[in-house]
Each structure stands twice: as C-alpha cells, then as structure tokens.
C-alpha cells in the first residue's frame, strides 16, 4: 500500500467517562480513502500518543496501541483506544495514525499529519479556571475558559427597552429603519390597540416625541378614523379614479377660437404632471375642448370664470373623456378668457 494511494479524513469525538470502574477512552470515527475512492474490507491502525504527564515536566512521553481488524464499510469506520490509563486533564495529546490493510499485513502506512487534542478537565476535578465573578466557563471545543457573560441589548422592566442605537427587523433580514415589520400579503404585520371607551372607541394613541398624542382608531370595518388637532399634508394627495371624496383634476385654462391653453393643471388621480389634460381651440370665442385622461361623464364637475366678476360665467358639457365649455358675458355675448374646472 503506498503511501500517496491512501488518505484517511477523520474527526475526532473525545468522550471522557465518568462511570465507576470503567477506563477513560477515545471514540474514534474516521474516513478511508485510497486512490480518493472510500474503501471498504478489514484494516489495522496503529495509534501513536505523545504527551506530558505533568505539566511542569517538559520530557513528553510516548505510547503506542496497534487495534487489528478494523471493520470499514464505504470508507466509514469507528473505533476505540485508551492507552490503559487514566486520561490527563492536563497536557494536551498528539496522536499519528498509521493503516495497514489486514490480509496484506507488512508495514504500516502514517496517515496524514499530527492529529492535536486540548487537555480538557474532567468533571470531577473542574475548578474556576481562573474564571473572575460574573464570568462562565466556555467550552471552546478543546477546553474550558474564562468568558464574560454578553450583555443582552433587551431588557424587561414591565416595558420592554432597546437600548443601543440600531434597527430592529422582525421577520426581516437586514433592516434599515429603526423599527421594520415584515409580512407576507395575508399576515397581520402591526396591530395597535387602545383602551375602550371614549370618543373613539377602540382608538390607540400615538407619540413623537412632544408629550402630546393623536389618535388612530377602526371607525368601521376596514375604515380609519384619525383624530388630531390639526391635519397637515406635506405632499400631494391622490385617490383612485372609483373612489369619491377628494378632487380628481383641477384645470386652469383660456377658452378661445384662435388660441386656446392650458396654463395650470393637476391630476389627482396619478399625481402632479402626470397624463395631463389637453385643449382644443372651439369654433367660436370663449370655447375650446379639453380632453381628459379618464371618462369625466360620470363624475362630478364645477366650471366658474377666473374673474370675479358678476357678468362673466361659465359653462361645460361632459361627452366621455371630453368637456365642451364656453365663457359668456353678459353684455358682450361669448368672451375670450380664462376659465377654472375642478372634477370630483
């Protein structure tokens, strides 16, 4: 068997027995390989252990144990060794693994590198470590250590407090604001829930910071109802086209038959400057056209003249996404001008 043929890929599970009578040992588990292909048949280890039997003497000792007729099935295989002693809470142990095939016998082949376990202390003679108060014993997978219990950034005093300046995601990964919620198009993301009675039912109380509240509640199914001292919108308001309650287009315009403009517009359906209305020129003065970018037969419309003044009116007729207007004076008859239309 040659020795860049084979390959053994282990890991080594140290288990230390407690039980009365019964001899401290190693489980090993390990991998066999030859030519990269897991083997299967009956192998001999050989295990060589080197270690310091006290930890103030620097002259390490050396112990070897041959275990014959290793069963390995798919290159899998588990076994024990022992060594026939107690095993050390001190000093760390180097092991060498050499395989031979069984019914070839001959010459053992060293497997890979130095194998290096920690000493680990046993139970029964586990002290502090060096460990201070207000600290733990951390295993960290060769040994026991000093380790300083982390402070948890929640705490529990009847509130819940978040102390650190960081963003908190639930259910999501990566969070940017101070407080994200994730939630699926079905889920229940935020449920706030205010004492019952008084003028808003089952309203809850919100706080910026100032000392002072304003009130969300379900006023109905489905329907919010907001109660503040005053209501401040810092951007532009929009509703779907179905919906009644806010305006659906605002035009300011100059009717005439040679010239007519839209000079001013917004479209509360899809936002400011967005698929605006357009004008025609009417075939006499004082009319024009204006196209809209919905039907505007159905909704509800007011026109008026620019200026006040109490002889200028004016007036629209709706045909699908079109208004017909015309502006008249009354002592002149239709008069070129502008004219204002709000769509509800």
């Known amino acids: 068997m040659k020795n860049n043929n084979i390959k053994i890929s282990t890991t080594i599970y140290l288990l230390v027995c407690l039980m009365v009578n019964t001899a401290q040992a190693f489980i090993y588990q390990g991998e066999l390989l030859e030519n990269g292909i897991p083997v299967t048949g009956t192998y001999d280890l050989q295990i060589d252990m080197y270690y310091f039997v006290d930890p103030s003497d620097f002259d390490f000792t050396q112990q070897t144990e041959f275990i014959p007729g290793v069963e390995v099935e798919n290159g899998l295989f588990t076994t024990e060794f022992g060594f026939g002693y107690g095993y050390s809470q001190y000093s760390a142990h180097n092991f060498i693994i050499s395989v031979r095939e069984t019914a070839v016998g001959g010459a053992y082949t060293q497997i890979g590198s130095t194998h290096y376990i920690e000493a680990v202390p046993i139970a029964e003679t586990l002290t502090n470590n060096g460990a201070t108060p207000g600290q733990v014993l951390k295993f960290n997978g ?203």
């Open 142 to 344: 060769f040994k026991w250590e000093p380790a300083t219990i982390v402070s948890s950034q929640w705490r529990y005093t009847g509130n819940l407090d978040f102390d650190n300046d960081v963003a908190i995601g639930l259910l999501a990964t990566g969070a940017s604001h101070r407080l994200t919620v994730k939630a699926d198009a079905d889920d229940k993301a935020l449920r706030l829930i205010g004492s019952q009675g008084g003028n808003l039912g089952f309203g809850a109380r919100l706080n910026f910071g100032d000392g002072d509240f304003v009130y969300l509640e379900e006023d109905e199914d489905d329907s919010l109802a907001l109660k503040a001292s005053r209501i401040k919108l810092q951007s532009h308001t929009q509703q779907p086209l179905a919906s009644n309650g806010q305006i659906k287009f605002m035009v300011t315009a100059f009717c005439s038959s040679s010239s007519s403009s839209i000079s001013r517009q917004y479209n509360g359906v899809g936002g400011l400057n967005s698929s605006g209305a357009s004008i025609t020129n009417g075939t006499l003065n004082g009319t024009c056209k204006i196209t809209f970018p919905f039907d505007v037969s159905s909704r509800f419309y007011q026109v008026s003249a620019v200026e006040d003044l109490l002889d200028i009116n004016a007036v629209c007729q709706a045909s699908g996404v079109e208004l017909n207007c015309a502006r008249h004076k009354a002592t002149t008859g239709l008069d070129n001008g502008q004219i204002m239309i709000m769509i509800y």
